[in-house]
């Protein structure tokens, strides 16, 4: 007698794969009904605007009369606007007072805010008061402190026997008075950065070159500084972005004057969009300068990279 063995079909190992993605199906409509409110706005308001600037800029409107495309003609005329050139000079010479000085003045200040001393959380506070400010408001203080004949800054300082210059009204202040506002203005969002980079800084490291004998200089320079590279990276990022983007300032303080020391290069694409009706040469400008910034800001991520900080 044969005995015939019955084999059973295997039947097919489940797939947890598509077994999770079905789980995950109501999750995922979920998400994007709450996403898309969000999404349609930066779509409206943010992409569309870009998109129509950037085709803007290849014609001639001033909302009056019908888009004219003139191709090339707006770049053409970008390139011998010694005005808008002049402008973009002016920036470079802001960021280069202003990113240092942002981030010498942010860190040493984070540094003393650091400590564990009593009131330090009422002097947080009293320096990150500004960042939290209307960039206009502050500006229009500013400018009445520091007017020549009945402002703050000249009073004191003639109280000391010192004459006080037309910080405002003098193309060799003008940069200088709005480098100090903007400064003031920036410091409370930098040293909350660099606080918070100074709390992942472990504590046995400085007590380890304590115990080696390093002084108070050697921690900060062999310790604080090597740990706070990221930190530095990104405040250095930001605030190059910002300072090409300078304009509150320079329009409500000085107006681009005097004699256009403190014209900057979106005052231009402003004077030429709003006040001369100029779209599609204004929209040229501004795509040439978000051109800059992602160039500027490329070299400074290479720079970094190299020193090992990303």
Same mark, same amino acid.
């Given at each position: 007698?044969?005995?015939?063995?019955?084999?059973?079909?295997?039947?097919?190992?489940?797939?947890?794969?598509?077994?999770?993605?079905?789980?995950?199906?109501?999750?995922?409509?979920?998400?994007?009904?709450?996403?898309?409110?969000?999404?349609?706005?930066?779509?409206?308001?943010?992409?569309?605007?870009?998109?129509?600037?950037?085709?803007?800029?290849?014609?001639?409107?001033?909302?009056?009369?019908?888009?004219?495309?003139?191709?090339?003609?707006?770049?053409?005329?970008?390139?011998?606007?010694?005005?808008?050139?002049?402008?973009?000079?002016?920036?470079?010479?802001?960021?280069?007072?202003?990113v240092p000085s942002m981030i010498a003045c942010s860190l040493g200040l984070a540094l003393?805010?650091?400590?564990?001393?009593p009131g330090m959380v009422f002097f947080r506070t009293l320096f990150y008061i500004p960042?939290?400010?209307?960039?206009?408001?502050?500006?229009?203080?500013?400018?009445?402190?520091?007017?020549?004949?009945?402002?703050?800054?000249?009073?004191?300082?003639?109280?000391?026997?010192?004459?006080?210059?037309?910080?405002?009204?003098?193309?060799?202040?003008?940069? &200088?008075?709005?480098? $100090?506002?903007? #400064?003031?203005? %920036?410091?409370?969002?930098?040293?909350?950065?660099? /606080? =918070?980079?100074?709390?992942?800084?472990?504590?046995?490291?400085?007590?380890?070159?304590?115990?080696?004998?390093?002084?108070?200089?050697?921690?900060?320079?062999?310790?604080?500084?090597?740990?706070?590279?990221?930190?530095?990276?990104?405040?250095?990022?930001?605030?190059?972005?910002?300072?090409?983007?300078?304009?509150?300032?320079?329009?409500?303080?000085?107006?681009?004057?005097?004699?256009?020391?403190?014209?900057?290069?979106?005052?231009?694409? &402003?004077?030429?969009? $709003?006040?001369? #009706?100029?779209? %599609?040469?204004?929209?040229?400008?501004?795509?040439? /300068? =978000?051109?800059?910034?992602?160039?500027?800001?490329?070299?400074?991520?290479?720079?970094?990279?190299?020193?090992?900080?990303?």
């Amino acid at each position: 007698m044969t005995l015939h063995k019955t084999t059973t079909p295997a039947t097919s190992p489940p797939r947890p794969a598509r077994r999770r993605s079905r789980l995950l199906r109501p999750e995922a409509r979920a998400a994007l009904l709450f996403i898309s409110p969000a999404m349609g706005l930066f779509l409206l308001f943010t992409v569309a605007p870009v998109v129509f600037a950037f085709v803007l800029s290849f014609s001639r409107y001033d909302i009056l009369t019908p888009v004219r495309w003139v191709g090339l003609a707006n770049y053409a005329r970008l390139l011998t606007d010694d005005l808008f050139w002049l402008g973009v000079r002016n920036v470079g010479f802001y960021a280069l007072l202003y990113v240092p000085s942002m981030i010498a003045c942010s860190l040493g200040l984070a540094l003393a805010l650091s400590r564990p001393k009593p009131g330090m959380v009422f002097f947080r506070t009293l320096f990150y008061i500004p960042a939290v400010t209307s960039s206009v408001a502050g500006a229009t203080v500013w400018s009445w402190m520091l007017q020549r004949d009945y402002g703050v800054v000249n009073q004191v300082l003639g109280a000391f026997g010192i004459q006080g210059p037309a910080w405002l009204a003098n193309s060799d202040t003008a940069m &200088y008075a709005i480098v $100090f506002v903007t #400064l003031w203005q %920036g410091l409370g969002g930098s040293i909350i950065i660099y /606080l =918070a980079g100074l709390a992942g800084v472990p504590r046995y490291l400085y007590e380890a070159a304590a115990l080696d004998g390093a002084t108070p200089w050697q921690s900060f320079r062999f310790i604080t500084l090597p740990t706070l590279r990221t930190t530095t990276f990104f405040v250095t990022f930001m605030t190059l972005i910002g300072a090409f983007q300078l304009f509150d300032q320079a329009y409500v303080m000085t107006q681009g004057g005097p004699g256009y020391a403190t014209t900057t290069a979106v005052y231009q694409i &402003y004077q030429n969009g $709003f006040t001369q #009706l100029q779209m %599609g040469y204004a929209s040229a400008q501004a795509f040439v /300068l =978000a051109l800059a910034i992602l160039v500027v800001s490329l070299l400074n991520l290479r720079l970094n990279r190299d020193s090992g900080v990303t």
